[in-house]
């Protein structure tokens, strides 16, 4: 097996595994799937593409990142992963492993603007600037779905799959950790090799 298809059997073998542990009775069914067909579609979109586009597999680790810790939680619900020696060390009043959650949704600016780099349909501040706002208008978008599942589901399954554990601003600051993931990749991303090629 080539060298450069490794990570991505290796990080997709893995992913397999944390959702079928995530799959044995998690802690709400209803709330396991809501969480879980985005981070399906996202799965097989990625596999369905492999053949046609090969992200770099910085990308891949990045975007992997999301994909195992938001099946994770899903088994859980984001509000009782066993987090509490984060938050004790940092004496926080709330579990915030959706906040990190959050966060790493912001790492697929990387793949997006590596995507336009690479297909030469932007320049280097485009793509990046791309990335941003397309983190930005996700971020928003899926805070309008968590929303709606609430008011629809009602109940214990929409309060957990809202996961807003009583803070009035929670759906703000899940965005500005959507936002500022995207921000930490893209600095990333400028360093790299597609913004700055190596000198032969």
Not at 66 to 91: C, N, Q, R, S
Request: proline letters at 4%.
């Amino acid at each position: 097996m080539p060298t450069h298809h490794r990570v991505p059997l290796f990080l997709a073998s893995l992913f397999v595994v944390v959702v079928c542990w995530s799959a044995i009775a998690p802690a709400d069914n209803r709330v396991w799937w809501a969480e879980m067909v985005p981070i399906f579609a996202i799965f097989i979109g990625l596999a369905v593409t492999y053949k046609h586009f090969q992200f770099s597999n910085t990308s891949y680790l990045l975007m992997s990142v999301l994909l195992i810790m938001h099946t994770i939680g899903a088994h859980y619900t984001f509000a009782k992963v066993p987090f509490d020696w984060v938050t004790e060390t940092f004496a926080f009043e709330r579990n915030h492993y959706d906040r990190v959650a959050h966060f790493s949704v912001g790492f697929y600016a990387y793949a997006a603007a590596e995507l336009l780099l690479r297909k030469q349909w932007a320049r280097p501040v485009t793509a990046m600037l791309f990335g941003l706002f397309l983190i930005m208008a996700v971020a928003a978008a899926y805070e309008i779905i968590e929303w709606q599942f609430a008011v629809i589901e009602g109940g214990n399954a929409g309060i957990e799959f809202l996961g807003s554990q009583g803070d009035p601003w929670d759906a703000q600051k899940d965005m500005l950790a959507d936002t500022l993931g995207a921000i930490a990749a893209l600095v990333l991303f400028y360093f790299s090799r597609w913004v700055k090629p190596a000198k032969d």
